[in-house]
């Protein structure tokens, strides 16, 4: 565990969230909640969990996106906050 | 003072633990949108796993796979080398309940919209009052 990088990714993962439930465009927001997955992913890897990490990168950060991306296209991209 | 914050510093990983957990909760109660709801939730989950996950690294450690596995002969495994992998397996099973957990949430919301054909919760609510 090297405290810097920890230090780096976890500030991304922070920025990351707030920017995934701040913007308007649910699109984005689903993109944005891809970036943070994958920034776990790293963090966890960063960790030593490497089990945990490779697990994340595919089932978090790819079929969670590809749900979330199908869920707006099928639906609607405005949202109100 | 001194004291204090070297106890804050030295905890890091778990106030960034809190912070994304306030996050998810934030979202999910005071976000209107479905979708956003959900996200927070999300996060939410990702919140707790890396609490979990910081509780099994130890300083110095290394990835929990033992050195000499295949070799021939056996070898003393000193514990306090490798990181606790028992959090990271528990981990392992919340990931993909997560993912489950999303896909019936994102099923429901669809199914919302098709009825009220909006996803923002106070339309819902004025829809539903209005019958």
């Given at each position: 565990m090297i405290w810097q990088l920890d230090i780096i990714i976890l500030s991304f993962v922070v920025i990351c969230g707030i920017a995934a439930i701040t913007v308007r465009?649910?699109?984005?927001?689903?993109?944005?909640?891809?970036?943070?997955?994958?920034?776990?992913?790293?963090?966890?890897?960063?960790m030593g969990a490497v089990d945990v990490a490779f697990t994340e990168?595919?089932?978090?950060?790819?079929?969670?996106?590809?749900?979330?991306?199908?869920a707006v296209f099928r639906t609607s991209r405005r949202s109100k906050d | 003072m001194n004291e204090i914050a070297s106890f804050i510093i030295a905890k890091y990983n778990?106030?960034?633990?809190i912070v994304l957990m306030m996050i998810g909760l934030y979202a999910m109660i005071v976000k209107?949108?479905?979708?956003?709801?959900?996200?927070?939730m999300?996060?939410?989950?990702?919140?707790?796993?890396?609490?979990?996950?910081?509780?099994?690294?130890?300083?110095?450690?290394?990835?929990?796979?033992?050195?000499?596995?295949?070799?021939?002969?056996?070898?003393?495994?000193?514990?306090?080398?490798?990181i606790n992998p028992l959090p990271h397996v528990l981990m392992l099973t919340a990931i993909v309940v997560s993912v489950a957990t999303l896909g019936v949430a994102l099923a429901i919301a669809l199914k919302v919209y098709r009825r009220y054909n909006t996803l923002e919760e106070d339309e819902i609510f004025t829809q539903i009052r209005r019958k």
């Open positions: 465009d649910l699109l984005g927001a689903a993109i944005l909640f891809g970036a943070y997955s994958f920034m776990m992913c790293l963090l966890w890897a960063e990168a595919s089932v978090g950060a790819g079929v969670s996106t590809v749900l979330f991306v199908a | 778990y106030w960034i633990y209107n949108n479905l979708v956003k709801k959900i996200i927070g999300n996060i939410f989950q990702t919140a707790i796993i890396l609490f979990y996950v910081s509780i099994g690294t130890k300083r110095g450690a290394t990835i929990p796979i033992i050195y000499h596995g295949h070799g021939d002969g056996s070898h003393a495994v000193h514990a306090t080398d490798y």
